[in-house]
């Protein structure tokens, strides 16, 4: 009786320290039935990841009075949810999440390689995130601490906390750059004639918070006036920044809230003041899951002017991931391929600058084969097949450096038009 009663006090202690959201959100599991997974689409349920036969699903209390109200049993159980255990190399054998990189481990193997390859390899520190965490670039280029107005590419991940895939592989992208230059002629080429901007880990306070305290996090930290946290850096950009309320969210509880203004959160002026700041000719911001490969505009179904030329491209990139492993990305506009997003990194990179600009969801395809929740033994193969694409893009942009802004000649007004299509599943 006495260590009943000491388990619920102290149970009562833990849910009284979480932060309000977690205590309003539970992951719960079911079978995966067909009566399930219909009930599951008709609620429009954000659909985790399916482990040994049971589906994951993070709940609202009224999602949670739905699934009650329909008769479903389930279960409250976060164990396998918890962060892979360790069991890899050198690099991250350490690590609390094992092979993949938390901010301080990232920082310690960029420095790693800067101190490795200094001749091609610099670290800038292009802002800090709202908790002051550095955000990290590397930049490799063969001179790297002079600005010499090559052709420039940016690869960015980790705008959403809980997609920890998405810091690998540009991670992987400049590591590999560093360490086959000296031994591959391609690679030379490439690096000799282009500034590669890679910044792995957009959101860092948020990407903290999913290894300590809830890896199912999405945004960064805002404690938002209402007592709820995070805005969502990938609905906070200047493009069309809450035009409506299908691609982005007034909320703050919601996964896809937008900030209160465009630009509001450090994380994305960060963003915004490096690409501004330089010359880039092509970017891709790498999302998980869904394996596309998506082109602005994301706010609304109508196409850019350069729909052509993103679609064209895209499909090169896409073939040649397709290629590796015979996994298929899919190509297509952002708002009619994914769900209608407004705010989100792409598009406003592609408006004021005109470069190719695009989302790549990486695998898994669906939440079936683990959703949000890669593997550490995923990272390799889905960085080989990711690689070809990233050298095909930077050679790409070295021959066609300068591209023409959507926008230029001043702003004009956005076309609005929306399709109905809209998931609730957010990567
Ligand atoms: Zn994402």
């Known amino acids: 009786m006495r260590r009943a009663f000491l388990l619920i006090f102290a149970l009562a202690i833990i849910a009284s320290l979480l932060p309000a959201q977690i205590r309003d959100t539970k992951i719960i599991s079911l079978p995966q039935t067909s009566a399930v ?15 040994d036969g ?38 991250s054998s350490t690590s609390p999440i094992g092979a993949y990189h938390t901010h301080q481990e ?80 391609e690679v030379r080429r490439l690096v000799d004639a282009a500034e590669i901007w890679i910044v792995p880990m957009v959101n860092p306070d948020g990407h903290d918070y999913t290894v300590r ?50 630009f509001s959160e450090p994380e994305t002026q960060a963003v915004r003041n490096l690409i501004l700041g330089r010359n880039f000719g092509s970017m891709i911001s790498y999302h998980s899951y869904s394996q596309l490969l998506t082109y602005p505009w994301g706010y609304t179904t109508l196409p ?24 298929e990305y899919f190509c297509g506009q952002s708002g009619t391929a994914l769900y209608l997003t407004n705010g989100d990194t792409t598009d406003w990179a592609y408006a004021v600058t005109g470069m190719p600009a695009y989302t790549i969801e990486l695998p898994p395809v669906d939440y079936l084969g683990g959703g949000f929740f890669n593997r550490e033994e995923d990272i390799a193969p889905i960085f080989q097949e990711n690689l070809p ?32 299509a809209s998931g609730t599943i957010k990567k």
């Not at 997974?37 to 482990?51: F, N, P, Q, V, Y």
Request: charged letters at 20%; one cysteine or more.
């Open 106 to 185: 990232l920082e310690d193997d960029l420095t790693a390689l800067q101190s490795r390859f200094p001749e091609l390899a610099k670290i800038i520190v292009v802002g800090f995130s709202l908790e002051n965490r550095p955000i990290l670039a590397l930049k490799v280029s063969d001179n790297p601490g002079a600005d010499e107005g090559e052709p420039a590419v940016l690869f960015l991940g980790c705008h959403h906390a809980r997609e920890w895939i998405s810091v690998e592989i540009p991670f992987l992208f400049g590591r590999y750059l560093l360490e086959n230059y000296g031994s591959d002629p």
């Open 37 to 51: 997974l219909d009930a599951a689409a008709r609620l429009g349920l954000d659909l985790l990841a399916e482990i």
């Open 389 to 420: 694409a990233m050298l095909a893009l930077v050679d790409w942009t070295i021959a066609h450096p300068n591209p023409v802004p959507e926008l230029s000649g001043g702003s004009r007004p956005f076309p609005r038009a929306w399709s109905s």
């Open 304 to 327: 850019t002017r350069q729909s052509a030329l993103l679609h064209d491209l895209g499909l090169q990139l896409a073939g040649l991931m397709t290629a590796v492993n015979g996994r």
């Open 213 to 262: 305290v809830y890896r199912y996090w999405r945004k960064n930290r805002r404690a938002n006036d209402d007592g709820t946290f995070g805005v969502d850096l990938n609905r906070n950009y200047g493009q069309a920044w809450g035009c409506d309320d299908f691609g982005s969210s007034p909320d703050p509880a919601a996964d896809v809230y937008r900030g209160t203004t465009a």
């Open 54 to 91: 049971r589906i994951f699903i993070a709940v609202s209390p009224s999602d949670l009075r739905k699934i009650e109200k329909l008769g479903l049993f389930y279960l409250c159980d976060t164990r396998t949810l918890a962060p892979p255990a360790s069991s890899t190399g050198p690099e």
